[in-house]
């Protein structure tokens, strides 16, 4: 009988350890807290992080750990990692996938929120990497996936700055993907095209913020209409399947482009000249052919 009761302990005790354990950012909202759900349905511990503690207290009823999380601050991403692996002792999957768009013309937007949004999506991301390293070098296994946009890959309407954050990120995990191969680490990108979450409002009132006054109202007007469009985006269920599959097949690609109209922009990106592409994606965004000096827009390219 005691031999049993050790045993079930040893098994429960296996079972625990066989548990295998994911973090996942920006977990309050969108593809994240669908990621999270995800996770959770396959049987992973789940930590969520964010700032929002409140938005994700459904996770935690399912089961998720929720943390805390500021990307802005070093300390908080570092207490984030350390709770993990003093809680759960081992991290399998790291999915860096909060962001958000700090939209409007160059011309406008200052350059401290322009570092903010680099600190957001590049260098918290990247922190977060070096933090959970050790443990996976350790283990000589791990997945990072890291949640990129076709806008790593094509440019949108005001949209420089994030565009510059999220290109950034597809280098740094193609060098990244490389230098972690020989530790049987993976690094996966996932590249989202138009998803229905709060993250088009939020780009999209950044733009209106900044730049829907001066001389790039009309640009503004234009780019918030269609980062406002929810109807041309897909359930965020369908990226966090994709981010479920680059955790779980065993050969995982280097990049999932989600859902098929993306794939269809990036196809369409790598087929035609700069300026073919320039040409199709302007008439996309209505873009005018010219603004006078007074803020007239004229003739939209669609016409020329
Ligand atoms: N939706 C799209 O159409 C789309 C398309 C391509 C790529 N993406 C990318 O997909 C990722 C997820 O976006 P989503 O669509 O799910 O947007 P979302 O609904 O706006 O969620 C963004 C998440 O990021 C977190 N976040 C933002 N700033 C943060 C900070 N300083 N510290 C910690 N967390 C922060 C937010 O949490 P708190 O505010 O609670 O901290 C939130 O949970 C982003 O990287 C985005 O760029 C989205």
């Not at 909202?29 to 349905?41: A, H, N």
């Not at 969520?48 to 409140?54: E, N, V």
């Not at 011309?107 to 050790?134: C, G, K, T, Y």
């Not at 000589?140 to 005001?158: A, M, P």
Request: hydrophobic content about 45%; proline content about 4%.
């Amino acid at each position: 009988m005691k031999n049993e009761i050790a045993l079930m302990k040893k098994g429960q005790m296996m079972n625990i350890e066989q548990k295998k354990v994911v973090i996942v950012t920006g977990a309050s909202s969108g593809i994240g807290k669908e990621t999270v759900r995800r996770f959770l349905d396959e049987g992973y511990e789940v930590y969520a992080g964010a700032r929002r503690l409140d938005a994700m207290r459904d996770l935690g009823q399912s089961g998720a750990h929720l943390v805390y999380l500021d990307l802005t601050k070093g300390e908080s991403i570092d207490a984030c990692v350390a709770q993990v692996l003093s809680q759960s002792g081992r991290i399998d999957v790291l999915v860096n996938n909060a962001g958000y768009g700090a939209y409007g013309a160059v011309e406008e937007v200052p350059l401290s929120a322009a570092r903010d949004q680099m600190e957001v999506n590049l260098f918290a991301l990247a922190h977060l990497i070096q933090a959970v390293l050790p443990a996976m070098r350790e283990r000589r296994s791990g997945r990072i996936i890291n949640v990129t946009s076709i806008g790593g890959r094509v440019w949108s309407l005001l949209g420089a700055w994030y565009h510059a954050s999220k290109f950034a990120v597809e280098g740094f995990s193609d060098a990244l993907r490389n230098e972690l191969r020989p530790f049987g680490i993976d690094v996966i990108v996932v590249e989202p095209g138009a998803i229905k979450t709060e993250w088009g409002s939020i780009a999209a009132e950044n733009v209106k913020k900044t730049s829907a006054q001066g001389p790039y109202r009309e640009l503004a007007e234009a780019a918030a209409r269609i980062l406002s469009m929810e109807s041309i985006g897909v359930p965020p269920r369908m990226i966090a399947d994709t981010i479920w599959r680059a955790a779980s097949v065993r050969h995982p690609q280097p990049r999932y482009i989600a859902p098929f109209s993306a794939r269809m922009i990036v196809w369409l990106r790598w087929l035609l000249s700069d300026r073919a592409f320039d040409r199709i994606w302007s008439r996309f965004y209505g873009l005018p052919r010219t603004i006078t000096a007074s803020g007239q827009a004229q003739k939209s390219l669609a016409k020329s």
